[in-house]
């Protein structure tokens, strides 16, 4: 699934390629996708709508319309493709927006998603949607201090809870697995656990994994997502039987919360 440093490459080049174009109209090729409004609402009100941002806030892109926001989820396997000129949908293609540049070319944004799980929004009040999310770990809200109080309010296992999109925002299981190595504690440590010490080595592994995959356009991997590079410099995730980059110890891969979680037994002991 794509995480933070995925969808904000995306949202970038999307911008690029979609800023200042006009919605001719919306093909719906499969309804559930769309979450909001009604599928009558959604191409009245998409229709003629200005794209003036491309955004990003967790794992949704925020398309900022004229009077909208349109915020897409790709979940599991949801890819967003431009595609120049008159199109035929293919398999798998959920939603088709044609857009008008202000020189009259025809492109499209179109959301193929073989699985079906990813989601459309359109609204005017998009913190509907997003309100309920944690802090961007890129932000100036995530600090040391906050992350050490925040995990000392839950008792969770650290892992799960660094998952969990109303804990923080933006993470999934690459760059979670990835942020508790360099930090050196065990994914299964006891979030009310962490010492003040770890918070800070914690946080600073987070925006430092998050920035470098940023810099590398993501990583391609097991998805749909073909952009970026980030893959070749994992250190613990999908690694399992290799060698630590830091000590030479075998990668360990254990199943916690139903997610395979890649971890060095030697840099990251539970205390
Ligand atoms: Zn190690």
Redesign the pocket.
């Known amino acids: 699934m794509p995480e933070l440093p995925e969808v904000e490459s995306i949202a970038r080049k999307l911008k690029t390629q979609l800023l200042g174009k006009t919605i001719q109209e919306a093909r719906l090729h499969w309804p559930r996708t769309l979450v909001f409004p009604t599928a009558r609402k959604f191409s009245r009100w998409i229709k003629g709508q200005v794209v003036k941002d491309v955004t990003r806030r967790a794992k949704y892109f925020i398309l900022r319309l004229s009077d909208f926001s349109l915020l897409i989820h790709l979940r599991m396997s949801g890819d967003l493709l431009i595609k120049e000129g008159k199109i035929k949908p293919e398999k798998h293609d959920r939603l088709i927006l044609s857009l008008l540049s202000a020189d009259n070319r025809l492109s499209n944004l179109v959301f193929n998603d073989t699985r079906k799980f990813g989601r459309v929004w359109l609204t005017a009040s998009p913190e509907d949607v997003l309100g309920k999310l944690g802090p961007e770990p890129l932000s100036r809200a995530f600090t040391p201090g906050w992350l050490h109080t925040a995990l000392h309010n839950k008792h969770r296992l650290l892992k799960p809870l660094l998952l969990d999109q109303t804990f923080l925002a933006g993470l999934g299981n690459i760059y979670a697995d990835e942020s508790l190595h360099l930090a050196k504690i065990h994914p299964l440590a006891a979030s009310d656990s962490v010492t003040v010490d770890q918070a800070q080595a914690l946080h600073d592994a987070i925006r430092k994994v998050l920035k470098e995959g940023i810099r590398r356009n993501g990583a391609s991997f097991d998805w749909v997502y073909r952009g970026g590079e980030y893959q070749n410099y994992f250190r613990v995730y999908d690694r399992a039987g290799k060698p630590?980059p830091?000590?030479g110890?075998n990668i360990e891969r254990i199943i916690v919360g139903q997610r395979s979680t890649h971890f060095?037994p030697?840099?990251q002991m539970l205390s």
Do not use: L
Request: glycine share 0%.
């Open positions: 630590c830091v000590c110890t060095c030697t840099c």
